[in-house]
């Protein structure tokens, strides 16, 4: 059985753990540096660092910041905001990044991706998605933070940057996001079942029956959390003894 991997995320503005509903009205949830030691010790599979400001600022992703954080960390991080070319990818990975992830630049530039899978490997790309529900059975790729529409459709963006060399997908709901009401179920399953990479699910999570069910019935391959996490509604050990519990397969 594959293991279902735990990830905590840490979205930063201004140097600062941050958590919002619908990407806005964000509140401080911590030091950067500090939560991402305390995952570490959790036993956390993985930790995402997301510059999510970086982007929309027109800068880099703060390197200073992510070297801080992979010196007090043993799992494989992954950093993402504000990365736009193959030179941003190197200084990230040799700043402490295990992978890198991108996503208004993929939309921008997608050769950024196959470019990057070549170079580095696809197991360094990771491909975020953000998905805004427009109709019934269709959802909407959003960039910049989730305040741009695309036009393009997320099931098929996801079976593109997979042909592109992308090694995973973290796929977030904007709809979802921060509402701890439950990940966008259907969403995370028409991608899952559309591409062969793994699908990191993400927004929405509110109870450990979230957890459960973007799993049993998104399809999701691991599972991003913050505000559980964060607030320290949960921690890592809990979330994984009751998926054990409900026979999902976890690394404990």
Same mark, same amino acid.
């Given at each position: 059985?594959?293991?279902?991997?735990?990830?905590?995320?840490?979205?930063?503005?201004?140097?600062?753990?941050? *958590?919002?509903?619908?990407?806005?009205?964000?509140?401080?949830?911590?030091?950067?540096?500090?939560?991402?030691?305390?995952?570490?010790?959790?036993?956390?599979?993985?930790?995402?660092?997301?510059?999510?400001?970086?982007?929309?600022?027109?800068?880099? @992703?703060?390197?200073d910041v992510v070297r801080k954080v992979a010196e007090v960390v043993f799992i494989p991080l992954t950093v993402g905001g504000g990365i736009t070319s193959i030179d941003d990818i190197e200084k990230?990975? *040799?700043?402490?990044?295990?992978?890198?992830?991108?996503? @208004?630049?993929?939309?921008?530039?997608?050769?950024?991706?196959?470019?990057?899978?070549?170079?580095?490997?696809?197991?360094?790309?990771?491909?975020?998605?953000?998905?805004?529900?427009?109709?019934? +059975?269709?959802?909407?790729?959003?960039?910049? +933070?989730?305040?741009?529409? @695309?036009?393009?459709?997320?099931?098929?963006?996801?079976?593109?940057?997979?042909?592109?060399?992308?090694?995973?997908?973290?796929?977030?709901?904007?709809?979802?996001?921060? @509402?701890?009401?439950?990940?966008?179920?259907?969403?995370?399953?028409?991608?899952?079942?559309?591409?062969?990479?793994?699908?990191?699910? +993400?927004?929405?999570?509110?109870?450990?029956?979230?957890?459960?069910?973007v799993i049993s019935d998104g399809k999701a391959s691991a599972i991003l959390i913050a505000s559980l996490l964060h607030f320290r509604k949960y921690t890592v050990e809990e979330i994984k003894l009751?998926? *054990?519990?409900?026979?999902?397969?976890?690394?404990?």
């Amino acid at each position: 059985m594959v293991s279902v991997r735990i990830i905590p995320c840490l979205d930063v503005k201004d140097g600062q753990v941050v *958590k919002g509903i619908h990407f806005e009205n964000l509140v401080r949830a911590g030091d950067p540096v500090e939560q991402a030691a305390f995952y570490s010790k959790e036993k956390a599979d993985e930790l995402v660092f997301l510059d999510i400001s970086a982007t929309i600022e027109g800068r880099r @992703t703060m390197l200073d910041v992510v070297r801080k954080v992979a010196e007090v960390v043993f799992i494989p991080l992954t950093v993402g905001g504000g990365i736009t070319s193959i030179d941003d990818i190197e200084k990230l990975l *040799k700043a402490g990044a295990d992978k890198i992830s991108i996503n @208004t630049a993929a939309v921008r530039n997608p050769s950024l991706i196959e470019e990057g899978a070549k170079r580095f490997g696809s197991q360094c790309i990771v491909v975020a998605i953000d998905g805004k529900k427009v109709s019934p +059975s269709g959802w909407e790729v959003h960039v910049e +933070s989730g305040k741009t529409p @695309t036009g393009l459709d997320v099931v098929e963006w996801a079976r593109k940057v997979e042909d592109l060399g992308a090694g995973e997908l973290l796929l977030t709901s904007i709809d979802m996001d921060g @509402t701890q009401k439950g990940y966008d179920i259907e969403m995370t399953r028409r991608v899952s079942e559309n591409v062969s990479i793994p699908v990191i699910a +993400s927004g929405g999570a509110g109870s450990l029956e979230h957890l459960y069910r973007v799993i049993s019935d998104g399809k999701a391959s691991a599972i991003l959390i913050a505000s559980l996490l964060h607030f320290r509604k949960y921690t890592v050990e809990e979330i994984k003894l009751y998926l *054990k519990q409900k026979g999902i397969g976890v690394r404990l």
